[in-house]
Protein backbone atom coordinates (compact mmCIF):
# COMPACT_ATOMS: atom_id res chain seq x y z
CA UNK A 1 0.00 0.00 0.00
CA UNK A 2 0.85 3.34 -0.81
CA UNK A 3 1.76 6.07 1.64
CA UNK A 4 -0.46 8.48 -0.30
CA UNK A 5 -3.22 7.32 -2.60
CA UNK A 6 -5.05 9.35 -5.50
CA UNK A 7 -7.25 8.76 -7.67
CA UNK A 8 -5.62 9.39 -11.44
CA UNK A 9 -8.88 10.15 -13.34
CA UNK A 10 -8.85 11.41 -15.57
CA UNK A 11 -11.63 14.07 -13.94
CA UNK A 12 -13.83 15.61 -16.83
CA UNK A 13 -16.11 18.82 -15.80
CA UNK A 14 -17.90 21.52 -17.42
CA UNK A 15 -16.74 24.85 -17.00
CA UNK A 16 -18.05 27.03 -14.10
CA UNK A 17 -18.41 23.54 -11.82
CA UNK A 18 -17.15 23.12 -8.59
CA UNK A 19 -14.40 20.64 -8.49
CA UNK A 20 -13.52 18.30 -5.30
CA UNK A 21 -10.10 16.22 -5.84
CA UNK A 22 -8.42 13.77 -2.77
CA UNK A 23 -6.10 12.21 -1.24
CA UNK A 24 -5.61 9.57 1.86
CA UNK A 25 -2.76 8.91 3.63
CA UNK A 26 -1.58 6.48 5.97
CA UNK A 27 1.25 8.02 7.90
CA UNK A 28 -0.07 10.07 10.50
CA UNK A 29 3.37 11.90 11.33
CA UNK A 30 2.13 13.95 8.41
CA UNK A 31 2.06 17.38 9.28
CA UNK A 32 2.29 19.76 5.98
CA UNK A 33 -0.02 19.38 3.13
CA UNK A 34 0.43 20.81 -0.04
CA UNK A 35 -1.63 20.66 -3.36
CA UNK A 36 0.74 21.38 -6.49
CA UNK A 37 -0.37 21.91 -10.11
CA UNK A 38 1.62 20.60 -13.12
CA UNK A 39 1.11 21.93 -16.89
CA UNK A 40 1.98 19.16 -19.31
CA UNK A 41 5.89 19.34 -19.79
CA UNK A 42 6.42 21.51 -16.89
CA UNK A 43 7.70 21.23 -13.52
CA UNK A 44 4.70 21.21 -10.43
CA UNK A 45 3.63 24.87 -8.67
CA UNK A 46 2.72 24.88 -5.54
CA UNK A 47 -1.04 25.86 -5.31
CA UNK A 48 -2.09 25.56 -1.92
CA UNK A 49 -0.58 24.83 2.14
CA UNK A 50 -1.70 23.95 5.22
CA UNK A 51 0.00 23.06 8.57
CA UNK A 52 -1.99 20.26 10.56
CA UNK A 53 -5.62 19.97 9.98
CA UNK A 54 -8.43 23.18 9.26
CA UNK A 55 -9.50 24.84 6.04
CA UNK A 56 -7.67 27.73 3.77
CA UNK A 57 -8.99 29.52 1.37
CA UNK A 58 -7.13 31.27 -1.34
CA UNK A 59 -9.53 32.94 -4.03
CA UNK A 60 -11.42 30.19 -6.30
CA UNK A 61 -9.27 27.61 -4.30
CA UNK A 62 -9.78 26.05 -0.93
CA UNK A 63 -7.73 23.12 0.82
CA UNK A 64 -9.27 20.96 3.67
CA UNK A 65 -7.30 18.55 5.90
CA UNK A 66 -9.13 16.13 8.17
CA UNK A 67 -6.00 14.23 10.06
CA UNK A 68 -8.40 11.98 12.50
CA UNK A 69 -9.72 10.67 8.92
CA UNK A 70 -6.07 11.27 7.21
CA UNK A 71 -7.99 12.36 3.97
CA UNK A 72 -7.46 15.80 2.51
CA UNK A 73 -9.27 17.60 -0.28
CA UNK A 74 -8.63 20.43 -3.10
CA UNK A 75 -11.85 22.39 -4.03
CA UNK A 76 -11.71 24.39 -7.11
CA UNK A 77 -15.21 26.57 -7.39
CA UNK A 78 -15.78 28.54 -10.68
CA UNK A 79 -13.55 26.00 -13.06
CA UNK A 80 -12.01 27.26 -15.67
CA UNK A 81 -10.26 25.83 -18.55
CA UNK A 82 -7.16 26.92 -17.76
CA UNK A 83 -7.52 24.71 -14.62
CA UNK A 84 -6.73 21.69 -16.35
CA UNK A 85 -3.78 20.34 -15.54
CA UNK A 86 -2.79 17.26 -13.07
CA UNK A 87 -2.89 18.07 -9.51
CA UNK A 88 -0.97 16.48 -7.31
CA UNK A 89 -0.95 16.25 -3.32
CA UNK A 90 2.07 15.86 -1.32
CA UNK A 91 2.60 15.63 2.75
CA UNK A 92 5.54 15.66 5.20
CA UNK A 93 6.02 15.51 8.61
CA UNK A 94 8.65 18.13 9.02
CA UNK A 95 9.41 21.26 6.96
CA UNK A 96 12.65 20.02 6.14
CA UNK A 97 12.28 16.50 5.10
CA UNK A 98 11.54 15.44 1.99
CA UNK A 99 7.89 15.26 0.50
CA UNK A 100 5.60 12.20 -0.09
CA UNK A 101 3.54 12.47 -3.36
CA UNK A 102 0.20 11.41 -4.35
CA UNK A 103 0.07 10.37 -7.91
CA UNK A 104 -1.40 13.34 -9.53
CA UNK A 105 -5.30 13.35 -10.95
CA UNK A 106 -5.41 14.67 -14.14
CA UNK A 107 -8.37 17.13 -14.59
CA UNK A 108 -10.11 18.66 -17.90
CA UNK A 109 -12.65 21.45 -17.58
CA UNK A 110 -14.57 21.35 -20.83
CA UNK A 111 -15.29 24.78 -22.37
CA UNK B 1 14.57 37.09 -9.00
CA UNK B 2 15.47 33.91 -11.62
CA UNK B 3 13.73 30.39 -11.05
CA UNK B 4 15.23 27.35 -10.96
CA UNK B 5 16.64 26.33 -14.55
CA UNK B 6 17.58 22.80 -15.46
CA UNK B 7 19.79 21.57 -18.33
CA UNK B 8 19.50 20.02 -20.34
CA UNK B 9 15.82 19.90 -21.36
CA UNK B 10 15.63 16.56 -23.05
CA UNK B 11 18.21 13.87 -22.90
CA UNK B 12 18.54 10.42 -25.16
CA UNK B 13 21.12 8.03 -23.77
CA UNK B 14 21.40 3.94 -24.14
CA UNK B 15 21.76 1.49 -21.32
CA UNK B 16 25.01 1.13 -18.96
CA UNK B 17 26.10 4.89 -19.79
CA UNK B 18 26.39 7.57 -17.64
CA UNK B 19 24.44 10.99 -17.37
CA UNK B 20 25.11 14.61 -15.79
CA UNK B 21 21.90 16.77 -14.76
CA UNK B 22 22.39 20.13 -13.75
CA UNK B 23 20.03 22.60 -11.80
CA UNK B 24 20.54 26.03 -10.70
CA UNK B 25 18.72 27.07 -7.34
CA UNK B 26 16.61 30.13 -6.84
CA UNK B 27 18.99 33.18 -6.23
CA UNK B 28 18.87 32.96 -2.11
CA UNK B 29 17.74 29.59 -1.69
CA UNK B 30 20.64 27.43 -0.03
CA UNK B 31 18.85 24.14 -0.54
CA UNK B 32 18.28 21.45 -3.02
CA UNK B 33 16.40 18.57 -3.94
CA UNK B 34 15.56 16.07 -6.74
CA UNK B 35 12.84 13.84 -7.67
CA UNK B 36 12.18 11.48 -10.14
CA UNK B 37 8.92 11.56 -12.18
CA UNK B 38 7.68 8.74 -13.89
CA UNK B 39 4.99 9.00 -16.30
CA UNK B 40 1.70 8.74 -14.82
CA UNK B 41 3.26 8.60 -11.43
CA UNK B 42 3.87 11.38 -8.65
CA UNK B 43 7.80 12.64 -7.86
CA UNK B 44 9.92 10.52 -6.09
CA UNK B 45 11.93 11.82 -3.92
CA UNK B 46 15.77 11.18 -5.05
CA UNK B 47 18.22 13.15 -2.41
CA UNK B 48 18.74 16.64 -0.77
CA UNK B 49 21.96 19.01 -0.87
CA UNK B 50 22.04 21.69 1.60
CA UNK B 51 25.53 23.95 2.03
CA UNK B 52 26.82 21.13 -0.25
CA UNK B 53 25.93 18.01 1.92
CA UNK B 54 23.61 15.61 1.15
CA UNK B 55 21.00 15.76 3.95
CA UNK B 56 18.52 12.98 3.32
CA UNK B 57 18.05 10.33 0.44
CA UNK B 58 15.17 8.27 -0.47
CA UNK B 59 15.20 4.90 -1.61
CA UNK B 60 17.19 5.24 -4.73
CA UNK B 61 20.52 3.33 -5.53
CA UNK B 62 24.55 4.14 -4.92
CA UNK B 63 24.59 4.92 -8.72
CA UNK B 64 22.35 7.62 -8.23
CA UNK B 65 24.79 10.52 -6.90
CA UNK B 66 25.14 14.34 -6.41
CA UNK B 67 26.81 17.16 -5.75
CA UNK B 68 26.17 21.13 -4.71
CA UNK B 69 28.57 23.82 -5.63
CA UNK B 70 29.38 26.89 -3.41
CA UNK B 71 26.69 29.09 -5.25
CA UNK B 72 24.03 26.39 -4.42
CA UNK B 73 23.58 25.19 -8.00
CA UNK B 74 23.81 21.12 -8.36
CA UNK B 75 24.78 18.07 -10.38
CA UNK B 76 22.66 14.88 -10.70
CA UNK B 77 24.74 11.98 -11.92
CA UNK B 78 23.21 8.43 -12.45
CA UNK B 79 26.25 6.08 -13.89
CA UNK B 80 24.72 2.38 -15.38
CA UNK B 81 21.69 3.67 -16.69
CA UNK B 82 18.80 1.24 -17.05
CA UNK B 83 15.68 1.54 -18.62
CA UNK B 84 13.25 2.03 -15.55
CA UNK B 85 15.58 5.56 -15.73
CA UNK B 86 13.71 6.72 -18.26
CA UNK B 87 11.42 9.91 -16.34
CA UNK B 88 11.24 13.30 -15.94
CA UNK B 89 14.02 14.34 -13.09
CA UNK B 90 12.84 17.88 -11.48
CA UNK B 91 15.19 19.91 -9.18
CA UNK B 92 13.31 21.60 -6.29
CA UNK B 93 15.54 24.62 -4.26
CA UNK B 94 14.32 26.37 -0.99
CA UNK B 95 15.60 27.92 2.20
CA UNK B 96 15.94 26.12 5.31
CA UNK B 97 14.35 27.51 7.98
CA UNK B 98 12.02 26.52 11.22
CA UNK B 99 8.56 26.86 9.91
CA UNK B 100 7.30 25.43 6.30
CA UNK B 101 8.66 27.14 3.83
CA UNK B 102 8.16 26.40 -0.43
CA UNK B 103 10.29 24.52 -2.94
CA UNK B 104 10.34 25.92 -6.40
CA UNK B 105 10.79 23.81 -9.23
CA UNK B 106 12.43 23.47 -12.09
CA UNK B 107 11.13 22.74 -15.48
CA UNK B 108 12.79 19.43 -15.71
CA UNK B 109 14.93 17.14 -17.63
CA UNK B 110 13.31 14.51 -19.59
CA UNK B 111 15.44 11.71 -20.07
CA UNK B 112 14.89 8.91 -22.21
CA UNK B 113 16.92 5.49 -22.24
CA UNK B 114 16.75 2.96 -24.90
Known amino acids: QKEVEQDPGPLSVPEGAIVSLNCTYSNSAFQYFMWYRQYSRKGPELLMYTYSSGNKEDGRFTAQVDKSSKYISLFIRDSQPSDSATYLC???????????WGAGTKLIIKP | ETGVTQSPTHLIKTRGQQVTLRCSSQSGHNTVSWYQQALGQGPQFIFQYYREEENGRGNFPPRFSGLQFPNYSSELNVNALELDDSALYLC?????????????FGPGTRLTVL
Open chain 1, 90 to 100: AMTQDSNYQLI
Open chain 2, 92 to 104: ASNTRQVAYNEQF
